[in-house]
């Protein structure tokens, strides 16, 4: 999978223009599977443009209770309404700007879940984190919080990870396709102890200054399904070369 955050950027114009040129690439349909993470307010404009195609569309972010006096907030139903599948859910961004806590994101999980989306949970830790040799127990925790909300004995959810290093958001700086994979198999591990069942059918996509001309070597890693891209999705030739890097790391090469 290769999906594009566009964050809070672009007006319907943008919206029309990017979607068309990402469809009119002729990138196979659902090899890989292609979603876009607009803003709220464009959304609209991506299912008009998209509606007919294999292309997918999803939410930033949702509120966990179903309507109700939560005024600038939006709920899972109404990203259904607009025809999403997906909802991005603990982006880094919401976590250290908002101050979303685990326990938050894992509500948000357990509502998206709720309302028929397939989340995106996004984990990852900070530069600082890394230096301290806490990774792994970032992970650990942000993870656990999801799972340990979810009845997965009783639920087989849908759901993707995508691993976020914050030092690798923004900064042209990715991770090596090395430090991403041991992260990835490390997140792996995590779900298997909770659900064998969802470890099998576990996305994971890598984030963090995701490029034309790194995605293939990152996508090429065992642990690596695909990737979360910010910057570079807001350039139609940019994003369309990282989704054919996962259309021939698909293939085999
Ligand atoms: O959700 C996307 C990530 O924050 C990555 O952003 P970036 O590709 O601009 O580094």
């Not at 996004?122 to 530069?127: H, I, M, P």
Request: proline share 3%; aromatic share 6%; hydrophobic share 45%.
């Amino acid at each position: 999978m290769v999906a594009g955050n566009w964050k809070m950027n672009g007006l319907s114009g943008d919206a029309v223009h990017l979607t068309q040129a990402i469809l009119n690439a002729g990138l196979e349909p659902m090899r890989p599977e292609v979603v876009l993470f607009p803003p709220f307010t464009l959304l609209h404009a991506v299912s008009q443009e998209a509606k007919s195609s294999a292309l997918r569309w999803g939410g930033q972010n949702l509120f966990w209770e179903a309507s109700g006096a939560y005024t600038g907030e939006i709920s899972g139903a109404m990203l259904r309404d607009m025809g999403c599948r997906y909802v991005l859910l603990g982006h880094s961004e919401r976590r250290q700007i908002f101050g979303e806590t685990d326990a938050q994101v894992a509500q948000k999980v357990k509502a998206a879940l709720h309302s028929g989306l397939i989340p995106v949970v996004c984990v990852g830790e900070s530069e600082a984190e890394r230096a301290q040799g806490a990774t792994e127990s970032v992970l650990r925790r942000q993870v656990e919080a999801v799972l340990h909300l979810l009845n997965l004995d009783a639920n087989q959810p849908n759901m993707i990870i995508a691993y976020e290093p914050i030092w690798a958001i923004g900064t042209g700086l990715s991770a090596t396709p090395e430090q991403a994979q041991a992260a990835h198999a490390f997140i792996r591990t995590l779900v298997v102890a909770h659900s064998e069942h969802l470890a099998k059918r576990l996305l994971l996509l890598y984030g963090g200054s995701v490029k034309g001309n790194n995605a293939a070597a990152l996508f090429d890693q065992e642990d690596i399904d695909g990737g979360l891209v910010g910057g570079a999705s807001l350039q139609a030739g940019e994003f369309v070369q990282i989704c054919r890097a996962a259309e021939s790391v698909g293939r085999g090469g």
